[in-house]
């Protein structure tokens, strides 16, 4: 018996265990930026529910809690759903490990989950691989509140970006739609919350339909409300691969929440406003660069088909006129690229920024029309001018080739302006200035004034330096000649001085064969003349001051004594008077010689 | 050989007074048609003058007025500057002057002086070089006329006279001799007229080479430097470019 009641229990055990699952299941593939729901049921009591580590996924709402009661044959089961929800953290195979839970009998885990993480749009392929399980009507339970996030959520409101154009060249227009794809909800409002900046394009957006209508449209093998968001024509500033930003899109509405309660959920279909950010997927486009091979040197990036003229208002006008040069580029293609064209009309004319207008078509794929830039240009000196040509170089899209078109040369003839060129000027005169304009210019002058060598400049002329450095010179040899005389003057005195003795000794020697001769008249004069000229050499006195009293007074002057003076003037009176006294009264000249003799040597002394 | 010389003398004494005689005749010739409002005619006959060589004040205003009649304003403005050059204290050339340059098409703000240097420019232009020079001369002949009273005079008070005299004069000799220099500089600064209606001027000496400004005719400039058929200008206002040499004049 007791080893009927433990094979009983093992069997009865068996059951239990069999009988307690917690099963796991989500949906086999989801996009990347997509929620999507994990669902994990208990078919017994059970508490304490642990997640697994999930490093792949970050968890955006739940649990979820849903119970169930089934009654099979009489006996009841009941099952109790988690649900969480998720979203993927990047791209490829992913899994979820078992979750366990705490049950009577014990800890049970689940089966393991692998999930394929795709790149893209929604796949609402997965999420509708999910549908028929949430579809499935449950026993009993009560009525879901927290239904806002369970079933049909992003899954049926995505963002669609499609491109008329898979092949781009480098300014090459490409039309990019955006749609909103919905299901299952009626949107009210759809709001562009975060509008995508076009890196590395120029974007001409298309005007947007004042009253989008929602048209249907199949999609994956289901029918979708679709609304179109935006239109925009692009143009491709690069070659490579670049990337639209992704648009983010707020939609609000009202969606039809499925009623969990088998007995009047269908008979009553229940709504829930709901307000909801849609973000598309970013999009990469590839970029074919343009062809080097016969790109023209002005090469500014215009791709389409174009035309170019070029005419002027006029073709004669007058100085300080205004003449209008209107430059019109005309077709198909990136049109914000085409700049005005820089004149070069030299400093003969004031040229002014040209006046830019146009008139643009947007079509479904492209835009056309034509763009005017209108210059001014006027003229302040006359004479014969040409408005340069203007050159035009794009990339043909259609024949694939760069075209350069080019226009004429316009002729302009300026002519003088009737008034002066001093006119254009005078406002910027002053007052004093303008009342001297009215005046006339002061008559010729009658006289010519000096004739000069034109270039010719007295200052700084050998002229002028010679008769500027003459008196410096002159002074100088005034002040030389000056010196030099006092010089001289001090040599004559001191020579005499010094031959004072000799000369006087000649003539007494003269004197003494005068006496011998018995030549009174000449012996006398010859020691007068011994005596004046040997004093007056020693005193450096003139031979023209030989008045007695003036010889008299210069001695004494001299410092010498009082009988030499007098001895002297004696000796001169014997002479004086025997040079004219008759020959009968001769006196004897010995004395007379050997008293001048004496005389002499004594002033020889005295005389220094 | 004396004789030679003498007569060489007398033909040179000769041929100078007969040229004298011949462009005061020339000039009285422009004198006249310029009365009879001939104005080419009168231009005529001053330039044959100046043609020889020959300036002067009188005959340089003359023309400028001739020019100005024949609107020609960057010639007027030519002439009456170089007449301005020989006597820049005579106030009819400046006059006429202004009025020529009001008829030109630039107006060049001159840049801003230092009122000290101002002063100064108004004292050396007071009288051309020629003047300064003369004086400077006569002043340095009565110092040397003075020290030499001062070497060889006996009396007292004439010594003194001839001494302090004499330095008075050798600091006006110098004064004059300083200011003369000033005012021969800028005699001899090369000044030049633009002539051409326009002439570009170029950031470099070179036909490429972008444009700096455009000055028209009568506008003066100073001459910096010269390359080839390029002269480096400057203008009062500070501003300076290559223009063509051909485009103006100098006065």
Known sequence: ?608 | MKRIKFACLFLFLFAASLSAQDLAKQFQQGNDLYKKKDYAGAAKAYESVVKKGYSSEGLYFNLANAYFRLNDVPKAVLYYEKAKNLNPNDEDIQYNLNLAKLRTVDKIEPKGEISFYEFMKNIIDFQPSVRWGAYAVVCVWIALLLFALFLFSQTFIFKKTGFYGGIIFLVFFLVFLALGWERHEMEIEPYAIIMTTESDVKTSPEDSSGNAFVLHGGTKVKIQENVGEWNYIRLTDGKAGWAKMTDMEKI
């Open chain 1, 1 to 608: 018996m007791k080893r009927l009641l433990s094979i009983l229990f093992i069997l009865f055990s068996a059951i239990v265990a069999n009988g307690q699952k917690l099963t796991a299941s989500a949906p086999a593939e989801v996009g990347m930026n997509q929620d999507f729901q994990v669902e994990w049921t208990v078919n017994a009591d059970g508490n304490n529910f642990k997640l697994p580590p999930m490093p792949d996924f970050q968890l955006m709402g739940g649990p979820y809690q849903s119970t169930s009661f089934q009654m099979v044959n009489g006996r009841t089961s009941q099952s109790i759903s988690l649900t969480y929800q998720f979203r993927p953290k990047h791209v490829g195979k992913c899994t979820i490990g078992p979750a366990t839970v705490q049950v009577a009998s014990g800890t049970i885990s689940s089966n393991s989950l692998t999930i394929n993480v795709v790149q893209g749009s929604a796949n609402s392929g997965g999420q509708a691989s999910r549908q028929p399980q949430q579809q499935q009507p449950r026993g009993g339970g009560q009525p879901q509140a927290q239904s806002g996030s369970d079933g049909q959520n992003n899954g049926d409101v995505f963002i669609k970006i499609s491109l008329n154009k898979s092949n781009v060249m480098e300014g090459e227009a490409v039309l990019a739609t955006y749609k909103l794809y919905a299901r299952n909800v009626q949107l009210n409002q759809l709001m562009m919350s975060k509008a995508p900046a076009y890196n590395f394009f120029w974007s001409e957006m298309l005007p947007e339909e004042k009253n989008p209508q929602m048209t249907q449209e199949m999609y994956n093998g289901k029918k979708y409300a679709v609304a179109l968001i935006r239109k925009v024509i692009l143009y491709p500033q690069k070659s490579g691969t670049l990337t639209l930003d992704p648009m983010t899109v707020t939609v609000a509405g009202v969606k039809q929440v499925r009623s969990n309660d088998p007995f009047f959920g269908s008979f009553f279909p229940e709504y829930q406003q709901f307000s909801q950010d849609i973000k598309s997927t970013a999009y990469s486009i590839k970029v074919q660069s343009l062809p080097e091979a016969g790109k023209p040197a002005g090469f500014s990036g215009i791709v389409g088909k174009f035309q170019i003229s070029a005419k002027a208002t006029r073709n004669k006008l007058k100085e300080n006129d205004a003449l209008n040069y209107t430059v019109t580029v005309s077709g198909t293609g990136n049109f914000s690229q085409v700049e005005p064209f820089t004149l070069s009309m030299g400093p003969e004319w004031d040229t002014y920024d040209p006046k830019t207008s146009d008139k643009l078509d947007k079509e479904e794929d492209r835009i056309s029309g034509y763009k005017t830039f209108d210059y001014t240009m006027v003229p302040k000196v006359a004479g014969d001018y040409k408005i340069p040509a203007i050159h035009f170089s794009y990339f043909d899209i259609n024949s694939h080739r760069y075209v350069t078109l080019n226009t004429n040369d316009i002729p302009v003839t300026v002519e003088k302006g009737s008034g002066n060129n001093g006119n254009a000027s005078v406002s910027t005169l002053n007052k004093q200035e303008v009342s001297l304009l009215g005046q006339d210019i002061r008559y010729i002058k009658s006289k010519p004034g000096t004739f000069s060598d034109a270039g010719s400049y007295f200052y700084g002329s050998a002229g002028f330096v010679g008769l500027a450095i003459t008196p410096f010179l002159a002074f100088i040899g005034l002040v030389v000649y000056k010196r030099r005389r006092a010089e001289e003057n001090l040599d004559v005195t001191l020579r005499r001085r010094q031959k004072a003795t000799g000369v006087a000794r000649k003539h007494l020697k003269t004197a003494n064969l005068l006496m011998q001769k018995k030549d009174a008249i000449a012996f006398y004069t010859e020691v007068l003349m011994a005596l004046y000229g040997y004093v007056h050499d020693k005193t450096g006195l003139e031979m023209a001051e030989t008045s007695r009293e003036s010889i008299q007074e210069m001695l004494s002057s001299k410092n010498i004594h009082e009988t030499e003076i007098s001895s002297f003037l004696q000796i001169v009176d014997q002479c004086e008077f025997a040079k004219y006294a008759p020959v009968a009264v001769q006196m004897d000249m010995e004395p007379v010689y050997n008293q001048t003799l004496s005389l002499i040597s004594t002033l020889e002394g005295q005389l220094k």
